[in-house]
């Protein structure tokens, strides 16, 4: 096809028959090495070179914390203590991890299409935008106004995937760029509305008034917002699309092979738009969830940080839904540390990002073992 | 408007077109080897800030932009290791890339602290005797490095069409297979490919810091190397094309101070978009407008080992 | 006369699939030296050793009786050894002179590139004169037909200056005349001293062209003999390891019934040169019969294929008519409906159109049925019951190398998947087969179980389109054959089939 978004090309050829046969040769070190595409790994080897990468990972992150200031003893303590034994930290850490769980599974679903979703942070900004406007506009009764805000917050995240998805499908436009733009421009209008006809009269700071006590997220006790409660039942829903329902076997003939899928009657057009636009409405839910959960406003800069993370997560989740939910919480836990480090030690929060990225250089160089295999070839002729 | 208005804004147009330009160029580099590098955005980064760096610590404009370069180089190393020996999509690596550089970037320019510190920039230099129209001399006085883009541009063109160097980069990139079994190297090539990619995708970045602003702030590139990924796709992979995209860019991108100059009002955030949906709008003509005969590099993106065939 | 290429004991293992264990060959200068086997048998494998793609895991390499060790493709080229891959090396942007000048060696004293390229386009111009033809070097290379790329690889290979010439199944893609000119070119290049070695699994070269020829199966060398001498009877069952009936053509058991499938005026789109892929396909199909399309690739099969599944690229701006009897229109239909009314389909690309490399066998095979709500509602699907029917299938039609139904369909061998691809179609009773070259890269034993199946199809009441470029398979298996060139039918034939006249249809262009 020639219009063939660089996205679908970039995909390295799925194991098949032919490519089981692949061998280069390699001079190394003066003996020949044949590389070859292994067949199979089973998923204990994989779980443990994963596990090797991400201690790898953290390992080099540790180095440039201490590099950069941090005491080294006080790491293990920063991290593994503080985040989950404090009491207070660990309430953080769930805060912060239902708007993650909620990014990680709406990466894993474009991407379980073969769709670059981007955009995630721009479909939070347009879903806390909804919102908010529910609230500002006072649509609804109060006791509906709560769910109605949740529906505008999905619908609007929705719709700001829906031009991109609709481009790639019909016209092969490459998602990368049209969701990265959107990003921006999404980012451009929410401070074109906080710092025009949102700002709050009270004090004009850049943010939106703020939410009445019924348009926020209840909390469920002991300090737990049900924003993770409703990320949970999110994660269940993804569970069950992509493991139980029939939707879930098309999305993987999709992603395994558009080509074939479609050959063999798989809706592909509409089970892409399905998942793509799923992944739109959870990114919009994570908006909501900041904005109605945390913050309690529209502000400036909620979303920042999340685009790359929700990405991070589908990655190193392999895109499921369950691995997903774990990995958020890790990633969460990885939030309140650094903005601990940040109040602490003055480590600037941009060494999250350098943290996350680390990690999946790591993650993305250890796939080479297990999908490779190094073999010493070429012994001395045999007379 | 005014003609006043029209001749600054033309005037001041090379100054925002040329980051494109290059970073474009130096993206043709590495996609023409068939290494699909969606790094710009970061490589801009780290050209901008080590080229800030390099002037508060020298004050040597010329030898800022060639450590800004020989450091975009340097950190695109990683990114060659692992889309061409570890095999990496490519487009995971790419991605990777920007937050690591937009991290690193941000966490050294906050420590060393050479956040908001102004820099004396370059000299302007006048291209004589067109300098001396009336009214539109002034469009030629822009500083060394616009001049400067030119020559740059020609040399590659020239480079990927006259010389069998270039011929074997772009077998590499069109059917490494191919270029294989003609006994080509393809892992060095791409290397070379990558490195000097970056090396012109950093001087864009310090472009834009040490010339244009002469200042860093974290972040400062401001989605350019990704608009730069699209320019290329635009550009059907042709130098020319693509500068031709970035002088539209320059265009649009100047007109916005001109506008407030000219006393037009207009939505602050809504201009500020421009650049970004010029960019979607350009993706779609392109998509609408291509018809079969792909002048993409064959074999774009996809990590070459040597196969058997049954 | 000494040896020009010799290996003696090759091992050589793919990610522990072992594909030569005990191979040797001798090719001296001077002759051509048929290496000859069926698809699988290690032909390619030792020959890319030799063209130094692969390197050995044991075993000695020898050129001129001298011992050697490749490093890459460029040790074996300064060794004088050129290869004409199946899958021709070239670059398709480029032009034919570019192409070669990559290849070309260094000159002795700086050059322009310019200069470069007007002294390869004067050599490539004698060199093609010397050989017999012409050609353009500014002409680019997907302007050029396939048997002209075919010599330009050959002049790319000769111009690095090969003496050792090796062809990897060259006439696969060539029309029977295209085939004996070219085997003739190279005939006269042994003739004038250099060594030729001729991969192939076609008997007929082997015996009108081939001074020797090697036998190899199952990776390793059976026997090396003189084809002149030996009959092909003996040849046949050095290769394939016992005597297979070969099968005659076999007529149906009962006679065929009414129309199921008419083609009229299929047109593609016209390119910009003009030409249409697909240039008024007339074709009728009847339940009961088998209908042999033959013809060399590239004709358009493979877009008829594609148009009659339902594939998005072969649709779009498709003029004419595809009905089928009792539906309508095949293309309004998208490729889901079209499964519902009974069309089966077993592409030429298996793990391109057919099978998930990456999924399981199960969910291969349950694909073919799970719209149906056999395997439980869209809500929730029945993993248990697709195992179940994934077994079930798998026996009844002998997959071997299945150790358990959730292993990935990629590590079934092309016979196989083959079979797989089968009883996914065949289990739902289907009353349109379409099978777009499907014994390609199948060994005898299984092609003859592929075979059967299609006969058995038939002989139920299915409507069966065989497309392929095997013309012995078509006429093995056709009630009726039909030839196809430059995206129409050229010519249809009754059995039993004159294969001198299908061979004229297939290279007249009228």
Redesign the interface.
């Known amino acids: 096809?020639?219009?063939a978004s660089?996205?679908a090309?970039?995909?390295?050829?799925?194991?098949?028959?032919?490519?089981?046969?692949?061998?280069?040769?390699q001079?190394l070190a003066g003996r020949?090495y044949?590389?070859?595409?292994?067949?199979?790994m089973g998923w204990r080897r994989q779980a443990l070179i994963l596990a090797a990468a991400l201690l790898v990972g953290l390992a080099i992150s540790a180095a440039?914390l201490v590099a950069?200031g941090v005491p080294a003893d006080e790491l293990a303590n920063e991290f593994v203590m503080q985040t989950f034994l404090d009491g207070q930290n660990f309430r953080a850490v769930l805060f912060q991890a239902a708007p993650m769980i909620l990014v990680g599974l709406a990466g894993s679903l474009a991407f379980r299409a073969r769709f670059?979703n981007?955009g995630l942070e721009g479909q939070m900004i347009w879903g806390a935008i909804g919102a908010t406007a529910v609230s500002m506009w006072q649509i609804g009764p109060e006791t509906l106004r709560l769910p109605l805000m949740f529906a505008a917050a999905i619908g609007c995240g929705l719709l700001w995937v829906l031009g991109p998805a609709w481009?790639k499908i019909r016209?092969?436009?490459?998602e990368?760029?049209?969701t990265?733009?959107?990003n921006?421009?999404a980012a451009?209008?929410l401070?074109?509305l906080v710092?025009?006809g949102w700002k709050d009269p009270k004090d004009n700071f850049p943010y939106s008034p703020q939410f009445r006590a019924f348009e926020r997220l209840p909390e469920l006790g002991a300090g737990v917002s049900s924003a993770i409660v409703l990320a949970a039942m999110v994660a269940l829903f993804a569970w069950w699309l992509v493991g139980?329902?029939?939707?879930?076997?098309y999305l993987?003939?999709v992603d395994?092979?558009p080509?074939?899928?479609?050959?063999?009657?798989?809706?592909v057009r509409r089970t892409i738009y399905g998942a793509v636009l799923l992944s739109g409405a959870m990114a919009g839910l994570a908006g909501f969830a900041v904005a109605s959960g945390q913050e309690g406003r529209l502000t400036q800069a909620f979303y920042q940080g999340y685009g790359?993370s929700g990405?991070l997560i589908a990655?190193l989740a392999r895109n499921n839904p369950l691995a997903a939910t774990v990995v958020a919480l890790l990633v969460a836990a990885l939030f309140v540390t650094g903005r601990s480090l940040q109040v602490f030690y003055q480590v600037?929060f941009?060494?999250?990002?350098?943290?996350?990225?680390?990690i999946?250089?790591c993650v993305?160089?250890s796939?080479?073992f297990i999908?490779?295999?190094l073999r010493r070839?070429?012994?001395e002729?045999?007379? | 408007m005014s003609s006043a208005i029209a001749l600054n804004w033309l005037a001041s147009t090379p100054d925002f077109a040329v980051p494109y330009a290059l970073a474009a160029l130096g993206l043709i580099i590495s996609e023409r080897a068939g290494v699909l590098s969606l790094g710009a955005e970061g490589l801009m980064l780290v050209g901008a800030l080590a080229g800030i760096g390099a002037q508060l610590a020298l004050g040597q404009p010329a030898v800022s932009l060639v450590l800004a370069m020989l450091a975009a180089s340097a950190v695109s190393l990683l990114f060659a290791v692992m889309v061409i020996w570890l095999r990496v999509n490519q487009v995971i690596a790419g991605l990777a890339l920007v937050f690591f550089c937009q991290g690193l970037t941000a966490l050294v320019g906050s420590l060393a602290e050479w956040t908001n510190h102004a820099t004396e920039g370059i000299g302007g230099m006048a291209l004589w005797p067109l300098s001396l129209l009336p009214g539109v001399g002034r469009l030629f006085e822009q500083n060394a490095m616009v001049w400067l883009t030119l020559p740059i541009f020609i040399a590659v063109a020239w480079f990927f069409s006259r010389t069998s160097a270039g011929l074997r980069l772009r077998a590499v990139g069109e059917n490494p297979q191919a270029a294989d079994a003609a006994g080509i190297r393809v892992a060095m090539w791409r290397l070379a490919a990558v490195l000097a990619g970056s090396a012109l995708v950093g001087l864009a970045g310090a472009y834009i810091s040490v010339v244009s602003t002469k200042l860093w702030i974290a972040g400062m590139t401001g989605g350019r190397g990704w608009i730069a990924v699209g320019l290329v796709i635009f550009a059907r992979w042709s130098p020319w094309k693509a500068l031709v995209g970035a002088l539209l860019f320059g265009c649009i991108e100047a007109l916005i101070p001109q506008l407030a100059a000219a006393g037009v009002q207009l939505p602050q955030y809504f201009v500020m978009m421009t650049p970004y949906a010029v960019t979607l709008g350009v993706m779609v003509w392109v998509a609408l407008a291509r018809r079969g005969g792909d002048d993409e590099p064959g074999a774009l993106g996809q990590p070459y080992v040597r196969e058997e065939r049954r | 006369m000494s040896n020009a290429l010799e290996l003696i004991g090759i091992r050589k293992s793919f990610d522990g699939f072992a594909a030569l264990t005990d191979a040797h060959f001798a090719a001296r200068w001077g002759e051509v030296h048929a290496l000859l086997g069926e698809n699988g048998a290690g032909k390619s494998s030792l020959m890319n050793i030799a063209a130094g793609l692969y390197a050995p895991e044991a075993g000695q390499l020898l050129v001129d009786d001298n011992v050697v060790r490749f490093a890459g493709p460029a040790d074996s080229a300064r060794h004088r050894i050129g290869m004409v891959h199946q899958h021709f090396k070239l670059v398709r942007p480029f032009t034919v002179a570019e192409n070669i000048l990559l290849t070309a060696p260094a000159p002795a004293e700086f050059q322009s590139h310019g200069e470069r390229l007007r002294e390869i386009s004067r050599d490539i111009r004698n060199k093609a004169s010397e050989l017999g033809f012409e050609i353009d070097p500014a002409k680019r290379i997907d302007a050029l037909s396939i048997a002209e790329q075919q010599r330009v690889e050959i002049l790319k290979v000769l111009l690095a200056g090969a003496r050792i010439l090796i062809l990897d199944e060259p006439t696969a893609v060539l029309t029977d005349q295209e085939a004996a000119r070219l085997l003739q070119t190279v005939r006269s290049l042994a003739r004038a001293g250099s060594a030729v070695v001729l991969v192939t699994h076609k008997m007929a070269d082997v015996k009108t062209y081939a001074d020797r020829v090697t036998v190899m199966r199952g990776g390793r060398t059976v026997a090396t003999l003189e084809p002149g001498a030996t009959p092909v009877a003996e040849l046949v069952k050095l290769t394939v390891g016992e005597s297979i009936a070969t099968q005659g053509f076999q007529a149906a058991k009962s006679a065929r019934g009414p129309v199921r499938l008419t083609v009229r005026g299929l047109r593609s789109a016209a390119s910009a040169q003009g030409r249409r892929v697909l240039d008024g396909v007339e074709l009728q199909l009847h339940a009961g019969e088998i209908y042999g399309l033959a013809g060399v690739g590239g004709n358009g099969q493979g877009e008829l294929a594609g148009a009659i599944m339902g594939l998005p690229d072969a649709g779009g701006a498709l003029e004419g008519e595809i009905h089928l009897e009792g539906h309508g229109d095949l293309k309004a239909m998208g490729a889901p409906e079209r499964r519902n009314v009974g069309i089966a389909a077993i592409p030429a690309d298996r793990y391109g159109l057919a099978l998930a490399g990456s999924l399981s066998v199960a969910e291969n095979y349950a694909i073919g049925r799970v719209h149906t709500g056999r395997y439980g509602p869209a809500w929730h699907l029945r993993r248990g019951r697709i195992q179940d029917d994934t077994r079930e299938a798998v026996r009844a039609f002998d997959v071997q190398g299945v150790r358990s139904v959730a292993q990935k369909a990629a590590l079934l061998s092309g016979g196989n998947a083959q079979k797989l691809v089968l009883a996914r179609e065949f289990g739902k009773s289907p009353s349109l087969v379409l099978a777009h070259s499907p014994s390609r890269g199948l060994d005898v034993r299984a092609s003859a179980e592929v075979h059967a199946r299609l006969r058995a199809a038939r002989d139920s009441g299915a409507a069966v389109l065989l497309i392929s470029e095997d013309l012995d398979e078509v006429l093995q298996l056709a009630d009726r054959v039909g030839v196809m060139t430059r995206g129409r039918i050229a010519g249809e034939f009754a059995q039993p089939a004159d294969r001198q006249a299908i061979g004229q249809a297939m290279v007249d262009h009228g």
């Not at chain 1, 941009?350 to 680390?358: E, G, K, N, R």
């Open positions: 096809m020639a219009d660089l996205a090309i970039a995909e390295p050829a799925k194991t098949d028959a032919d490519a089981a046969r692949r061998v280069r040769r001079p020949r044949a590389l070859e595409i292994r067949q199979h440039i950069a670059w981007l481009l016209l092969g436009v490459n990368i760029i049209s990265l733009m959107l921006y421009m451009n209008f401070l074109h710092y025009g139980v329902s029939r939707a879930g076997l993987r003939f395994a092979n080509r074939v899928a479609h050959a063999n009657g798989v809706p790359f990405i990655f600037p941009s060494m999250v990002q350098l943290i996350q990225a680390i999946v250089v993305a160089s796939d080479f999908r490779h295999r070839v070429g012994g002729a045999a007379q």
